[in-house]
């Protein structure tokens, strides 16, 4: 069975800040992982994408992260917050062929300037 | 190109009464998921097609729920006696193809149901 859990419901940051918001997964097949963001009354949209080809994954926005099978992780950075980067951050794992994603329960980005 | 669109875009409805949602799925994508997003339960996996395979139904929570996808195109999704716990933002999805999982699923702005 596959299951994400995302640490921290809500994380706050100051514009120019660090972003760092953590997703951990477990999988009993190699995992494949994605992170989507949400904003407001908007449907999702992926930010990047786990595959096996690189562990150190770069998306849209200035986001990336970094597959760590070691410690099952695929936190979500971004060096320097924006305002628009205010939204619904969700990390998600699928590996079985012919499954859906598994969505943690999403970690909600506050930036304040 | 045109992304995936789902219709209506808000419903409101009372307790008991039937629903029907619809998506319309990227043009040329094989695979289409249903998905149920709540307060308190997150998003979860409803339904998914897949060509012309039988759909997986294991995610659907109770047999008021049902869902086709006709011409291998557009989906709907009918909720039956609906209840208030139904309430929610369903959304669709769709991908290209479904390899090992590593396909992109492209979402729609989803329907808001409100069922009073």
Same mark, same amino acid.
């Given at each position: ?55 150190? =994954?770069? /998306?849209?926005? %200035?986001?990336?992260?970094? +597959?760590? !099978?070691?410690? #099952? ?19 998600? =794992?699928? /590996?079985?062929? %012919?499954?859906a994603?598994? +969505?943690? !329960?999403?970690? #909600? ?5 | ?32 998921y ?13 339904i998914y097609f ?6 997986d ?60």
């Open positions: 069975a596959q299951s994400v859990t995302q640490l921290g419901s809500h994380v706050s940051v100051s514009e120019g800040a660090l972003v760092l918001l953590r997703c951990n997964y477990s999988s009993s097949v190699p995992p494949y992982l994605f992170w989507y963001v949400q904003y407001p009354n908007q449907g999702l949209q992926l930010l990047l994408k786990y595959t096996s080809a690189a562990t150190l =994954v770069k /998306g849209i926005n %200035g986001f990336e992260a970094e +597959f760590k !099978k070691s410690e #099952t992780s695929f936190h979500l950075t971004k060096p320097s917050a924006h305002m628009s980067d205010a939204a619904e951050y969700f990390c998600a =794992v699928s /590996g079985e062929a %012919g499954t994603l598994i +969505f943690g !329960k999403g970690t #909600t980005l506050s930036v304040s300037s | 190109g045109a992304g995936v669109s789902q219709s209506p875009s808000n419903k409101v409805t009372e307790k008991g009464k039937d629903v029907e949602l619809r998506c319309d799925p990227i043009s040329g994508h094989t695979a289409l249903w998905y149920r997003q709540s307060l308190g339960q997150g998003l979860e996996f409803l897949q060509g012309n395979s039988a759909p139904k294991s995610g659907l929570p109770s047999d008021r729920f049902s869902a086709e996808r006709t011409g291998g195109s557009v989906s709907t999704l009918t909720i039956q006696r609906t209840q208030q716990e139904d309430s929610a933002v369903y959304l669709c999805a769709s991908s290209p193809e479904l390899a090992e999982g590593q396909e992109t699923q492209y979402f729609g702005p989803g329907t808001r149901l409100l069922v009073l």
